[in-house]
T-cell receptor
C-alpha cells in the first residue's frame, strides 16, 4: 500500500523567505510523486512531478522538489516566498500499475506574511 | 486547449435524494478520475474510467457510481444522499496510461446535502 504524510498542516513564512513544505511517502514499488497547489474555490494545479528521471525536479512559479529515496521524502521548496504563493499544497503518490489513482497527503496551508 | 470542465459548479440537495455530476475531460484525454475532498478526510480517490471501463476503484460504498461515454465525458452518481456526502467533487483527466501521466483537474462541483 502507498501513503503520503505531509508534516505541518499550516506553515507561515514572511514574504521573501524560504518556503519548505515537507512530504514523506511510503511505497513498496518505485513511486511517482506529485505536488499540486489549490487556491480557494479552485481545483488542483500541478506544480511538478517526479517520474524516476532527475531527482531534482523544477516546477512552475519557482518551486522545486528533490526526491530522496533513502529518506523517502519529496520536500517542496521555493527560495523566496511571494504573497501569491498563499494556498494549500498537496503531495501525492502513485505508481506504474495504479492507473489514475493518486494517494494524497492531508495538505499544507501556506500563509505568506507581508 | 480547453481545460477540464465540471457541471454544475454548485448543488444543494436533501438527504435521500440522488445527484449526477458531469465532467468533460481535456480533448484527447481518455482517462477520467474522480475524487472527493472534505475537510475531515482530505482528498480521496473514488474511481477511474478509461475507454468507458472502470479501471480502478476506491473504498466508497456502492451508492457512488460512475460511467464514461464514448467521447470520454464522465458522470458520477450518488444515490440516497447522506449529510456526510457534502464535499467538493473533483474530476481529473489524463491522456492514458500508467501512473506517471499528469492528471489535470477541473474546478470541482461543490455539493451540499441538507
Amino acid at each position: 500500500a502507498q501513503s503520503v504524510t505531509q508534516l505541518g498542516s499550516h506553515v507561515s513564512v514572511s514574504e521573501g523567505a524560504l518556503v519548505l513544505l515537507r512530504c514523506n511517502y511510503s511505497s513498496s514499488v518505485p513511486p511517482y510523486l506529485f505536488w499540486y497547489v489549490q487556491y480557494p474555490n479552485q481545483g488542483l494545479q500541478l506544480l511538478l512531478k517526479y517520474t524516476s528521471a532527475a531527482t531534482l525536479v523544477k516546477g512552475i512559479n519557482g518551486f522545486e522538489a528533490e526526491f530522496k529515496k533513502s529518506e523517502t521524502s519529496f520536500h517542496l521548496t521555493k527560495p523566496s516566498a511571494h504573497m501569491s504563493d498563499a494556498a494549500e499544497y498537496f503531495c501525492a503518490v502513485t505508481n506504474y500499475n495504479q492507473g489514475g489513482k493518486l494517494i494524497f497527503g492531508q495538505g499544507t496551508e501556506l500563509s505568506v506574511k507581508p | 486547449k480547453a481545460g477540464v470542465t465540471q457541471t454544475p459548479r454548485y448543488l444543494i440537495k436533501t438527504r435521500g435524494q440522488q445527484v449526477t455530476l458531469s465532467c468533460s475531460p481535456i480533448s484527447g484525454h481518455r482517462s477520467v478520475s474522480w475524487y472527493q475532498q472534505t475537510p475531515g478526510q482530505g482528498l480521496q480517490f473514488l474511481f477511474e474510467y478509461f475507454s468507458e471501463t472502470q479501471r480502478n476503484k476506491g473504498n466508497f460504498p456502492g451508492r457512488f457510481s460512475g460511467r464514461q461515454f464514448s467521447n470520454s465525458r464522465s458522470e458520477m452518481n450518488v444515490s440516497t444522499l447522506e449529510l456526510g456526502d457534502s464535499a467538493l467533487y473533483l474530476c481529473a483527466s489524463s491522456t492514458a496510461g500508467p501512473g506517471q501521466e499528469t492528471q489535470y483537474f477541473g474546478p470541482g462541483t461543490r455539493l451540499l446535502v441538507l
